[in-house]
C-alpha cells in the first residue's frame, strides 16, 4: 500500500461566519471571505511552510477557493478544485431562516432518519457519504503528492465518520462526531498507509492530527 498523506483544512471565516455570530442577516457575498478570513489563510500559508507540500485542492465554494488563494500566495502552489469537496447542502427552510434556525439544521433531523431521507433541498446522508467515497478515491489517486485540502466543517465530521466506523458509519453517529469541534482553518491531518497495531492490521485512512490551531 503505498502512504498517502493529506492536509486537510477548513476554509478561513467567511462574511457568513461573521453575521451568523452577530445574528444579523447575511448580505449577498456572504460566501465571501472576511478582512479576518483572509489573515488567517495566509497565516495557515506560513504554517505548512517546510511541510514540502505540491498542490492545493479546493471545494468549488467562494470561502475554499478564496481560502486556497491565500495559502497560494504564501508557498505558492498551484491549486485545483474537487466538486465534491463542497459543504453540506441544508435544506430550503433553514436557508430561508437566515440567520440560521438550528431546529431546521442537518444536526437535528437527520440523526433519527432513514439514510436515504433528505428535506426538501436538502442533502441525504447517502449522499454525502458518496461524495466523500467519491473526493477519497480522487485523493487515492494522488499517491505520493502532499497536499493541502481546503474543505468545510460539516463535510470533515463525514469524512472523519467514514473513516472511523467505515461501513457501519450511519446517521446516529453525527452528533457524537459532532462534538469535536473545528475552527476555521484549522488542519487535520489524514494518513493512508500500512499499519499494524498490536497485531491488529489497522491498514487503510486513519486520523493522525485533528484541529491544529497553533497558527491562529
Sequence with gaps: MSELAVHFVRHGESIGNEFDRSGEPRPDDWDRLSDLG??????????????????????????AQETAQGIAEVLELPIDTDPDLHEFRQSDAFYASMPPVADLGM??????????HAEPGAESFDDVVARVHR??????????????????????????GDVLFGAEFGPHHLLPLHRAGHAN??????????????????????LTTWNDQAHL
Design 107 to 116: 444536526l437535528h433531523w437527520m440523526p433519527d432518519a432513514p439514510r436515504d
Design 38 to 63: 483572509w489573515e488567517q489563510a495566509r497565516e495557515l500559508g506560513r504554517r505548512l511552510e517546510g511541510h514540502d507540500l505540491e498542490l492545493i485542492v479546493a471545494s468549488t465554494m467562494t470561502r
Design 185 to 206: 482553518t484549522g488542519i487535520t491531518i489524514f494518513e493512508k498507509r500500512e499499519r499494524l497495531l498490536d497485531g491488529f492490521d489497522l491498514s487503510g485512512w486513519s
Design 135 to 160: 473526493a477519497r478515491r480522487r485523493l487515492e489517486e494522488r499517491v505520493g503528492a502532499r497536499m493541502v485540502v481546503v474543505s468545510h466543517f460539516n463535510f470533515l465530521h463525514f469524512f472523519l
